[in-house]
C-alpha cells in the first residue's frame, strides 16, 4: 500500500510539474462538477511540491488556480440545470452519477440554508458538486452564485493549503512515512465525515 501511495503521489506531482496552474484548474473544474474528485487529493499534493521547492508554482497561486476551477466547474453544472430543468435534470442525471436523492438532498439544503448554503457547500463532500444544480434550477442570480461559490471555494482551498503547510512541517511526514500519512488522512477524514453527517443528513432531513 505504501509503494502504491507513493508511486500515485509521485505520478500527479510530475503531472502538476508540466501543467502547472493549468491542471490544478482543470482537476479542482472536475471536482466542482459530475466527477466527485476530492480537492483533499488535489491541493495537498501540490502543496507539498511547492513546498520542497520542486515547483515554480506559489502556495497563494495554487489557492487562487483551485478556487478559480472551483468557480469554472460550479457554473457548468449550474447552467446545464438552469438550462436542463429539472425534469430532465432528474430523469437523466443518474447517468452522470447523480441520483435523484442526491438531487432532492440538494434542493433541501439549498432551501435550508439559500445563498449562504453555496458558500457553506464548497467545504463539504457531495454536497460541493451537487450544490449548482438547485441553484440553477431555481434560476438564483448567476453573479450571487459566483460570488457565493468564488468566495466558498477560496476559503475552503486556504484551509487545505494551511493544513498542508504545517503538514510539510513533519520531516516524517515529508519523507512518506507511512504511519504519518495515515494519522493526517484519519484525522481529515473524521473531521469532514462528522461535518458531512450533521449538516447535510441532520440538518437537511430536519428540513423536511
Given at each position: 500500500?505504501?509503494?502504491?501511495?507513493?508511486?500515485?503521489?509521485?505520478?500527479?506531482?510530475?503531472?502538476?510539474?508540466?501543467?502547472?496552474?493549468?491542471?490544478?484548474?482543470?482537476?479542482?473544474?472536475?471536482?466542482?462538477?459530475?466527477?466527485?474528485?476530492?480537492?483533499?487529493?488535489?491541493?495537498?499534493?501540490?502543496?507539498?511540491?511547492?513546498?520542497?521547492?520542486?515547483?515554480?508554482?506559489?502556495?497563494?497561486?495554487?489557492?487562487?488556480?483551485?478556487?478559480?476551477?472551483?468557480?469554472?466547474?460550479?457554473?457548468?453544472?449550474?447552467?446545464?440545470?438552469?438550462?436542463?430543468?429539472?425534469?430532465?435534470?432528474?430523469?437523466?442525471?443518474?447517468?452522470?452519477?447523480?441520483?435523484?436523492?442526491?438531487?432532492?438532498?440538494?434542493?433541501?439544503?439549498?432551501?435550508?440554508?439559500?445563498?449562504?448554503?453555496?458558500?457553506?457547500?464548497?467545504?463539504?463532500?457531495?454536497?460541493?458538486?451537487?450544490?449548482?444544480?438547485?441553484?440553477?434550477?431555481?434560476?438564483?442570480?448567476?453573479?450571487?452564485?459566483?460570488?457565493?461559490?468564488?468566495?466558498?471555494?477560496?476559503?475552503?482551498?486556504?484551509?487545505?493549503?494551511?493544513?498542508?503547510?504545517?503538514?510539510?512541517?513533519?520531516?516524517?511526514?515529508?519523507?512518506?512515512?507511512?504511519?504519518?500519512?495515515?494519522?493526517?488522512?484519519?484525522v481529515a477524514a473524521a473531521v469532514l465525515g462528522g461535518?458531512?453527517?450533521?449538516?447535510?443528513?441532520?440538518?437537511?432531513?430536519?428540513?423536511?
Amino acid at each position: 500500500m505504501h509503494d502504491l501511495v507513493q508511486r500515485l503521489l509521485a505520478s500527479y506531482q510530475h503531472a502538476l510539474q508540466s501543467g502547472g496552474y493549468a491542471y490544478i484548474v482543470f482537476l479542482m473544474a472536475l471536482e466542482s462538477s459530475v466527477v466527485p474528485l476530492p480537492s483533499e487529493l488535489v491541493i495537498p499534493p501540490a502543496i507539498l511540491l511547492v513546498l520542497a521547492g520542486n515547483s515554480t508554482m506559489t502556495v497563494p497561486g495554487i489557492v487562487i488556480a483551485a478556487a478559480l476551477g472551483s468557480l469554472i466547474g460550479a457554473c457548468i453544472m449550474y447552467g446545464g440545470s438552469r438550462i436542463a430543468g429539472r425534469p430532465l435534470v432528474v430523469r437523466y442525471g443518474r447517468f452522470f452519477l447523480i441520483s435523484q436523492e442526491k438531487i432532492e438532498r440538494a434542493e433541501r439544503w439549498s432551501e435550508r440554508f439559500g445563498s449562504f448554503g453555496i458558500f457553506l457547500s464548497r467545504m463539504l463532500p457531495v454536497v460541493r458538486h451537487l450544490i449548482g444544480i438547485p441553484a440553477g434550477i431555481v434560476r438564483m442570480t448567476f453573479w450571487k452564485f459566483c460570488v457565493y461559490t468564488l468566495a466558498g471555494s477560496a476559503f475552503w482551498c486556504g484551509v487545505l493549503a494551511y493544513i498542508s503547510v504545517v503538514a510539510g512541517k513533519d520531516e516524517r511526514l515529508m519523507h512518506g512515512e507511512i504511519r504519518e500519512i495515515t494519522i493526517w488522512v484519519t484525522v481529515a477524514a473524521a473531521v469532514l465525515g462528522g461535518a458531512y453527517y450533521f449538516l447535510v443528513h441532520r440538518l437537511s432531513r430536519k428540513a423536511d
